[in-house]
């Protein structure tokens, strides 16, 4: 194993969570040698020559083998990654919303450059999922991968219902314990499991969709009366990002899901994330790990740059070598919808309804829509209305997934079997 120095950028909740880790580890060969911050006042626990304000003091340094990306600016961070990966230095970053948005592109530049990009940090923190579907899973189709991809909305969901908690309060909580981002707003309305999910479409299905195409909805507008109504059917609400292969079609979402108790998911708990995903040949399988946290993700990260110790990169195996898939949000979701004001709900945009519930204190439609309605503004994180995805169940449905027109899909697939079936004979 090569000795590796390392430049940092940033020193916060994740780059202190390296810092000791790389100290507690047993044979992690390698040392911090610069750490670039925005802040020099800011009282900080080592040797102040160690710090700079100069990215260049990092970037161009020829001591310095491994760029850390570890800020919270996403375009910064793009830059960051990008001039170190020209320079020919490979980098390890946990920016979601930065890989998510630029994946396709930063592909193709560590194709060019040779140099490597590894972002396991940037993914359900110490769940190492992003090797485990370029390495054990390259190979293997997928039908779904699904779960809790953020730690702060499970830890507030998990005092919500088990500990009557407020949601301001469970809050407070995610952010003092390190769990949420900087801006609380991207964990609550879904966007920080949407950039985990963007990720992972890359390494389960080869396909790139950026995350404005993908719908996430929150868990911030949820109200008492929506809690009493998963409380009396007996189910518990979690924060589900999803990505489903249906006939070589790919649909992806996230959203509050009902969950029964024996859901597997029912059982993660606080800042613990889950992945469950089924493949072709492997059936189900489930990882869980802490997904949030200063040294949980300082782990990931970790891992990360003593993989590049071995000259580890992705291969990308399946965005080169499987057909692209289409994504697609033509699809129809089950869906609870709650609210204040009849008037200020569009019925028009339901494909059908099973359910309508009006009251003083609480009114409600259940139906399906088409996942593509969703994203427009009167629907995605609207403050008057409130939307959670059915626990699933009824015919025709794939999970909450219920999928136009699959039935006669189907129906053409079948077809086409049997008359090959008589060719052949
Ligand atoms: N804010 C994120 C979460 C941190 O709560 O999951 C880890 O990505």
């Avoid at 489903?244 to 509050?256: E, G, L």
Wanted: hydrophobic share 40%; charged share 25%; with cysteine.
């Amino acid at each position: 194993m090569k000795n590796i120095r390392i430049g940092l950028f940033g020193f916060g909740c994740v780059g202190q969570g390296l810092y000791e880790t790389l100290n507690g580890s047993k044979n992690f060969s390698g040392q911090i040698s610069k750490i670039c911050i925005k802040n020099p006042d800011k009282p900080r626990p080592l040797d102040s020559k160690l710090f700079t304000t100069k990215a260049n003091d990092i970037l161009d340094n020829p001591e310095i083998d491994v760029i850390v990306e570890l800020i919270d600016d996403a375009d910064a961070a793009l830059e960051i990654v990008t001039l170190a990966l020209k320079s020919g230095k490979s980098v390890v970053t946990a920016n979601k919303k930065m890989v998510a948005e630029h994946l396709a592109d930063l592909i193709e530049l560590q194709a060019k450059t040779g140099s490597a990009l590894l972002y396991e940090g940037a993914v359900c923190g110490s769940i190492p999922i992003i090797r485990t579907l370029e390495e054990y899973f390259g190979h293997e189709p997928l039908n779904e991968i699904k779960g809790i991809f953020n730690g702060s909305t499970n830890y507030i969901l998990t005092k919500i219902f088990e500990e009557n908690l407020s949601y301001e309060t469970a809050l407070l909580q995610a952010q003092s314990l390190g769990f949420a981002e900087t801006d609380p707003t991207l964990d609550v309305k879904g966007f920080d499991a949407k950039y985990k999910l963007s990720i992972l479409l890359t390494h389960a299905f080869g396909i790139h969709v950026p995350p404005n195409q993908i719908v996430n909805l929150g868990i911030d507008h949820l109200k008492a009366a929506d809690l009493e109504y998963a409380r009396e059917k007996g189910f518990t609400i979690k924060l589900i990002a999803q990505a489903k292969r249906i006939a070589d079609k790919v649909y992806a979402f996230v959203s509050p899901q009902f969950i029964k108790p024996e859901h597997s998911l029912a059982s993660i708990k606080n800042e613990f994330n889950a992945v469950t995903l089924n493949g072709e040949f492997c059936d189900d399988q489930l990882f869980i790990g802490k997904g949030a946290g200063s040294l949980p993700t300082g782990a990931a990260v970790l891992s990360d740059i003593s993989a590049l110790s071995y000259d580890y990169k992705y291969e990308y195996k399946k965005h080169y070598n499987l057909g692209r898939l289409p994504f697609t949000n033509d699809s129809l979701l089950e869906v609870y919808v709650s609210f204040d004001n009849p008037h200020e709900i569009d019925l028009g945009d339901f494909e059908s309804i099973q359910h309508k519930y009006f009251s003083f204190d609480h009114s409600y439609v259940v139906g399906k829509m088409c996942i593509n309605n969703l994203l427009d503004e009167k629907w995605l994180n609207n403050p008057k209305n409130n939307l959670v995805l059915c626990a699933n169940g009824t015919e025709n449905t794939l999970g909450s997934l219920c999928v136009k027109g699959l039935s006669a899909e189907i129906e053409e697939l079948k077809k086409g079997q049997q008359l090959l079936e008589k060719i052949t004979v």
